[in-house]
């Protein structure tokens, strides 16, 4: 089993450009979860999926993040335009609610995001 | 709203030493409660807590739930140097909704 594979590991861009994240989930997992990760704020969650389907996105902190996940083995997290502020861990996260552990969610190795 | 206080925010002990770990939660439509190690990397998944009062154990390291005070606890018995972590507590909300703490960061000491 790969585990929540996560590309690119880690990104470094300039101030507004765009910036897409990368996520392939456990296969068989029915959700989907971005996180956010900072010294200040801690692991914050932005917006999780259930089938594909975007259940809750009161994470996300504006406009300038979407995220989208158009089939079960992939999805991805947007920022445009970027800003220093932005600059994280982001983690993607996998569970199947059915399972005996449903509540386990599984972490990718996250992508380090550096904004200039 | 949601709130998750952990307690310590940083503990340095010596190797053998036992340390207790404090998670206490104000969460709606609250569910279950999951316990996280975050070495350099991702979270691991270390124990999830349903039922107040039943003590869940996983070698050195066992943890409880008391859902009427509304707190957690984790605790470590004698502590090896692989045991410096940062670890996570975070109640569930709803089906899958995770509302992490700040975390505690653990350090172990040779």
């Given at each position: 089993?790969?585990?929540?594979?996560?590309?690119?590991?880690?990104?470094?861009?300039?101030?507004?450009?765009?910036?897409t994240?990368?996520?392939?989930?456990?296969?068989?997992?029915?959700?989907?979860?971005?996180?956010?990760?900072?010294?200040?704020?801690?692991?914050?969650?932005?917006?999780?999926?259930?089938?594909?389907?975007?259940?809750?996105?009161?994470?996300?902190?504006?406009?300038?993040?979407?995220?989208?996940?158009?089939?079960?083995?992939?999805?991805?997290?947007?920022i445009?335009?970027?800003?220093?502020?932005?600059?994280?861990?982001?983690?993607?996260?996998?569970?199947?609610?059915?399972?005996?552990r449903?509540?386990?969610?599984?972490?990718?190795?996250?992508?380090?995001?550096t904004?200039? | 709203?949601?709130?998750?206080?952990?307690?310590?925010?940083?503990?340095?002990v010596?190797?053998?030493?036992?340390?207790?770990?404090?998670?206490?939660?104000?969460?709606?439509?609250?569910?279950?409660?999951?316990?996280?190690?975050?070495?350099?990397?991702?979270?691991?998944?270390?124990?999830?807590?349903?039922?107040?009062?039943?003590?869940?154990?996983?070698?050195?390291?066992?943890?409880?739930?008391d859902?009427?005070?509304?707190?957690?606890?984790?605790?470590?018995?004698?502590?090896?140097?692989?045991?410096?972590?940062?670890?996570?507590?975070?109640?569930?909300?709803?089906?899958?909704?995770?509302?992490?703490?700040?975390?505690?960061?653990?350090?172990?000491?040779?």
């Amino acid at each position: 089993d790969a585990g929540v594979i996560q590309s690119p590991r880690h990104e470094v861009t300039e101030m507004g450009q765009e910036v897409t994240l990368r996520c392939k989930p456990i296969s068989g997992h029915d959700y989907l979860f971005w996180y956010r990760q900072t010294m200040m704020r801690g692991l914050e969650l932005l917006i999780y999926f259930n089938n594909n389907v975007p259940i809750d996105d009161s994470g996300m902190p504006e406009d300038r993040f979407s995220a989208k996940m158009p089939n079960a083995s992939f999805s991805t997290l947007k920022i445009q335009p970027s800003e220093p502020r932005d600059s994280a861990v982001y983690f993607c996260a996998s569970s199947l609610l059915s399972s005996g552990r449903g509540n386990e969610q599984f972490f990718g190795p996250g992508t380090r995001l550096t904004v200039l | 709203e949601d709130k998750v206080v952990q307690s310590p925010l940083s503990l340095v002990v010596h190797e053998g030493d036992t340390v207790t770990l404090n998670c206490s939660y104000e969460v709606t439509n609250f569910r279950s409660l999951l316990w996280y190690k975050q070495e350099k990397k991702a979270p691991t998944f270390l124990f999830m807590l349903t039922s107040s009062g039943i003590e869940k154990k996983s070698g050195r390291l066992s943890s409880i739930l008391d859902k009427k005070e509304l707190f957690s606890i984790l605790n470590i018995t004698a502590t090896q140097t692989g045991d410096s972590a940062v670890y996570l507590c975070a109640p569930i909300q709803g089906a899958q909704k995770l509302v992490f703490g700040q975390g505690t960061r653990l350090t172990i000491n040779p």
